[in-house]
């Protein structure tokens, strides 16, 4: 059995929800302009990815597995909603953006940014790698 990653942060993991309805309460608060995002990457997320648990913690929403910690997070601005890959460092073509620590991430303000075929192998490669426990 490997090691047990170190946790990058100080700061408590979330605490996954019962269901699916807070995440779906917390994408109707989002900006009108950024809701079909929210929405693509949500739908994106939870069909590429079985067995998801979700959680709510500081206005951003996390997907995560239970033998890999929280792997994604999403969070929503007033003018992108940025795709956070805990283990982004570890894929085969890492996203772009961030380049401390393990995570990295995408910067979308299109909808046709979100649907990006990049986008959807990040999340792909994100059920493969240890996230956030």
């Given at each position: 059995?490997?090691?047990?990653?170190?946790?990058?942060?100080?700061?408590?993991?979330?605490?996954?929800?019962?269901?699916?309805?807070?995440?779906?309460?917390?994408?109707q608060r989002v900006m009108p302009n950024l809701q079909p995002i929210v929405q693509h990457f949500d739908a994106l997320i939870r069909e590429t990815i079985p067995d998801l648990q979700y959680a709510i913690k500081w206005k951003k929403v996390y997907y995560g597995l239970p033998e890999r910690g929280w792997i994604i997070e999403m969070v929503a601005y007033d003018v992108s909603v940025?795709?956070?890959?805990?283990?982004?460092?570890?894929?085969?073509?890492?996203?772009?953006?961030?380049?401390?620590?393990?995570?990295?991430?995408?910067?979308?303000?299109?909808?046709?940014?979100?649907?990006?075929?990049?986008?959807?192998?990040c999340v792909r490669q994100a059920a493969r790698v240890p996230g956030w426990q």
């Amino acid at each position: 059995m490997g090691k047990m990653r170190q946790a990058t942060t100080t700061q408590k993991p979330p605490v996954a929800l019962e269901s699916h309805a807070d995440i779906d309460d917390w994408m109707q608060r989002v900006m009108p302009n950024l809701q079909p995002i929210v929405q693509h990457f949500d739908a994106l997320i939870r069909e590429t990815i079985p067995d998801l648990q979700y959680a709510i913690k500081w206005k951003k929403v996390y997907y995560g597995l239970p033998e890999r910690g929280w792997i994604i997070e999403m969070v929503a601005y007033d003018v992108s909603v940025n795709l956070v890959f805990h283990g982004g460092a570890e894929f085969e073509s890492p996203p772009p953006l961030g380049d401390t620590g393990r995570s990295r991430y995408v910067k979308v303000t299109t909808l046709d940014g979100a649907r990006a075929s990049e986008v959807r192998e990040c999340v792909r490669q994100a059920a493969r790698v240890p996230g956030w426990q």
